[in-house]
Every structure is written in C-alpha cells, then in structure tokens.
C-alpha cells in the first residue's frame, strides 16, 4: 500500500512539473510576441517621424532640394531618409523613402513628393467681390449651361458663382432657370457642389477676396500704363469688333459696358471694374468668355446697393478654363497658386534579411 501511495505522489509531482514547465514555457512565449509587437510599433513609429520631417523639409525646400542621404539615431532606435530629385516633363518631383528600425525590424514609408500649379481659388466661372444684379431675361440661359465652373483646362474644378456674405443665392439660381429653380432638373450653373452652384462666401472670406481683387486691379493697371499687349481697357466696347488676333488675354472693363453677341469668344480673363457692365446678346455654340469673370468695384456701396450688373438675354456666357488664365501668369502672377502635393504612398514592414537598398 505504502509503494502505491509514493508511486501516486511521484506522478502527481511528475505532473506538477509538466504544467509548471509548460506554463513557463507559455509565458516565455507571451513576452517574446510583446516584444516582437512593441518591435514593429516603435520602428513604425520612427519610421512616421522621419517621413514627416522630410515631406516638411521638401515642402520648404522644393525648388533647390536635391539628392540626399541622412541616418541617425531616433528614439533608442536608428533611421535614414533618403531623397532622390527627378527634372520631369511636368516640372520636378522628389521621391521620398523614410525608414526606421528598433532591434531586428525596420519600417519603410515611400512617397513622392511634386508641385501642382493650378489657379488661385479667389477665381471661379463668376466671382463678384460686391453685390451684382442678375439680370437674365426671357430664355437667356437656353441650352444651359450657360455658367460653368467645371474646368475646360482639366486641373481642379471650381463654384459656378460665388457671391458676397449676405447675398441670396437662391434668388439667383431662380433668376438664372427662368424664376424657379427645380433641383430634380439639370441647371444653369454648374460647378463644384452640384445642382444650382451659386456659393455665398462668409464675411472673413469677403475680407481676402477683396484684398485680392484689389491687388489685382492695381496690376492690370500697371500693366496697362506700361503697354503691356496680354491687356485691352475696354471703358464701352463690343466683343464683336475685335479681331480673331485681338479675343484674348486681360479684358479690364472700366466705366462702360462690354457687350458680348453671337459667336464672339473672349479667352483669359475678364475683368469689371468700377461699376462696369457686362452684357450677353444672344446665343452661339461657344463660350463668350472662356477663362474667368471677376465683377468688382471700388466704390463706397450699401448692401443691397447692386452696383456691378450682368444682364444676359442669350446661350452660353461663362466657361472656367484654368488653361486660358494661366497663360497670363507673367503679367498677372496672382492668377497662378502653387501646392506641393505628396502621392503614392506606400508602407511596410521589411522582411528580416531584405536589404534596405531595395526600394521603388
């Protein structure tokens, strides 16, 4: 009886050990995947660190940034970010690769980093800095749309309208579809936000837009008083009496009123001033100003005062074409806005072994 009894308390000991082996085991096993997780993580997170100060630095640096190489240590880790600058047919890009590594593992980030040039958002199809009396009569906008911020030049499409702070923008989509806007029908303005795109701008928006205009206007002015060929003042005067050699560039309306008939194409910009008006006679299949409106007026107003007028009683008025405003950078170099713009992102962790010189 007494074997029995030592031959159960050996096995139960034997048994004890098992578990407790096992269980060690199970915690070694537990803290090893801990560590390998915290492993990745904190790479990853040098590897984010080191990618956002580069794109920083590129951002800074674009026009002058060349190639480099730079390694360090980061947090009880290490790094390197790599640049690699590339001239291209559509300007210069620099291509980004970021990577930090904790212990065995390292996390790449790459990306390309490039300038976009497109025109300023002060410009859409129409931009009025003060308070304008539509005026659309009739059928005027038959065969809509007759304004449209979608851009012709394929770069970044912009509002149909944009109007100052406390304006009606329902009132004018009504007055461009004939006294009643219905949204289940195709409209009149279109642009960015869909349906009837007329867009009142806020109060603080006003400030910077006016400020832009301002600016604007005292360059065109400079540029007339020099000579400049890429501007026509127009203070009264018909689209149809200029030549084919004559329908493009700055059109600075002063104290009168452009008329617009027929066919007649203005490609640039088109800017009223000072009270100007504009009108549109008639139809056509083209557009009668490819490129950009801007109604804006230096005098003293009250709201409600309407003092820049647009009256149309045919077709097709306002097409946004970045392409036609951009042409006249040189002389007008508020019309460009430049971004620079980071694309093809990628990210990874790096397979033990793989070289870190393995890259796009």
């Known amino acids: ?57 590129v951002q800074r640096t674009f026009d002058t940034v060349g190639d480099k190489v730079e390694e360090g240590t980061h947090e009880q880790g290490t790094y390197r970010l790599q640049l690699d600058a590339a001239s291209t047919t559509g300007g210069k890009t620099v291509d980004l690769t970021a990577e930090g590594t904790y212990g065995e593992h390292t996390y790449q980030i790459q990306a390309t980093v490039r300038k976009d040039t497109t ?20 059928g005027g906008c038959s065969g809509g749309p007759c304004v449209s911020g979608l851009d012709a030049g394929g770069r970044t499409d912009r509002h149909g309208i944009t109007l100052p702070h406390g304006e009606d923008a329902e009132a004018v989509c009504d007055e461009f579809h004939g006294g009643g806007y219905d949204s289940s029908t195709a409209t009149n303005v279109e642009g960015t936000s869909g349906g009837c795109d007329v867009q009142v701008r806020t109060s603080a928006h006003d400030d910077w837009v006016e400020n832009q205009m301002d600016q604007m206007s005292q360059t065109i002015q400079d540029a007339i008083a020099d000579g400049n ?16 050699s ?68 045919g077709g097709n008025a306002v097409q946004f074409n970045s392409d036609q405003l951009l042409k006249y950078i040189d002389t007008l170099p508020s019309i460009e806005s430049t971004t ?16 870190l010189l393995c890259r796009k």
């Open 246 to 313: 004559q329908n493009d560039g700055i059109l600075y309306v002063t104290n009168g009123e452009f008329t617009v008939s027929g066919d007649r194409q203005w490609n640039g910009l088109v800017f009223v001033a000072n009270g100007g008006t504009i009108r549109f006679n008639g139809g056509g299949d083209s557009r009668n100003i490819n490129g950009g409106l801007v109604l804006q007026d230096w005098a003293t107003y009250e709201q409600k005062n309407k003092d820049d007028e647009f009256s149309m009683n």
């Open 1 to 57: 009886m007494g074997k029995y009894i030592i031959l159960i308390v050996f096995a139960a000991a034997a048994g004890l050990a098992a578990l407790g082996a096992e269980s060690n085991s199970s915690a070694q096993d537990s803290s090893a995947e801990r560590s390998e997780r915290q492993g990745v993580v904190l790479a990853r997170q040098i590897a984010r660190s080191v990618f956002n100060d580069g794109v920083s630095e």
């Open 229 to 244: 060929p890429d501007v026509t003042e127009c203070t009264g005067c018909d689209l149809k009496n200029f030549s084919d």
């Open 340 to 355: 620079t713009v980071v694309t093809d992102r990628t990210s990874r962790l790096l397979q033990k072994g793989e070289s």
């Open 119 to 138: 025109v300023s958002s002060v410009f859409n199809a129409v931009t009025a800095s003060t308070p304008v009396n539509f005026s659309v009569q009739g």
